[in-house]
């Protein structure tokens, strides 16, 4: 499975991330985020993305509504490629 790594640092949107293979979703905690160690790894060998916010207002979101939102996204994604093949 690919890493994908929820970081607002991160340059790619989620909407821009391939989703539709075998991923593991990593999300960090809403006041520390990912450690280090694992943004390394998925720069190296998986995807950093971004959820986008509205203005600057919030800067990152509860790590359950991360959550739900990437994994909408991914079925989202596979039920498209289910029915364009």
Known sequence: ARLIVATPEASVDYTAADLRGP???LIGAED???DEHW??????DGLLVR???QGRVVDSLNASVTA????FEAVRQR????RHP
């Open 51 to 53: 959820i986008p916010m």
């Open 32 to 34: 520390r985020g990912v």
């Open 39 to 44: 943004r390394q790894v998925a720069r190296e």
């Open 68 to 71: 739900g939102v990437l994994l």
């Open 23 to 25: 991923v593991a979703l």
């Open 79 to 82: 039920r498209r490629n289910a």
